[in-house]
């Protein structure tokens, strides 16, 4: 069965590791092989990227749409969780299931639970002065 994509005016999309920009008009696409398909607002721009679990997330990011680097990005991924586990223990709850998905190579349901990781993040940083 196909995916079906749709895109908002001027929205980014990853597609198999190439970047889509849509015109001026929405845009519906199919994707009928399976490749790794993100959405403008699922996407971390690394320019962007600041806090330790946003790092994270970028690392499975690009694991999940960058297979031929995928070593090099999960070796990233390791230090990374290994450095916030020391810094916030608090964070396990969270981190253990997307290591767990990560394991699996379950890229896209990783990402999907490193949006709690990041509003977690957000929230323990709001209360430092």
């Not at 994707?31 to 806090?51: A, F, K």
């Not at 990011?61 to 586990?85: F, I």
């Amino acid at each position: 069965m196909a995916l079906r994509l749709t895109l908002k005016p001027h929205e980014r999309a990853i597609l198999g590791g190439a970047v889509l920009t849509n015109g001026k008009h929405r845009a519906e696409l199919f994707v009928e092989t399976e490749v790794p398909v993100l959405r403008g607002s699922d996407i971390l721009s690394p320019s962007l990227v600041r806090t330790p679990c946003e790092r994270i997330v970028l690392a499975i990011q690009l694991m999940y749409v960058d297979p031929a680097r995928r070593d090099v990005h999960e070796q990233t991924y390791q230090v990374l969780v290994e450095d916030v586990l020391d810094a916030s223990p608090s964070s396990r709850r969270l981190l253990e299931p997307i290591v767990a998905l990560v394991q699996q190579g379950r890229y896209y349901p990783a990402l999907k639970q490193g949006k709690e990781l990041l509003a977690y993040e957000r929230e323990l940083l709001s209360n430092v002065r």
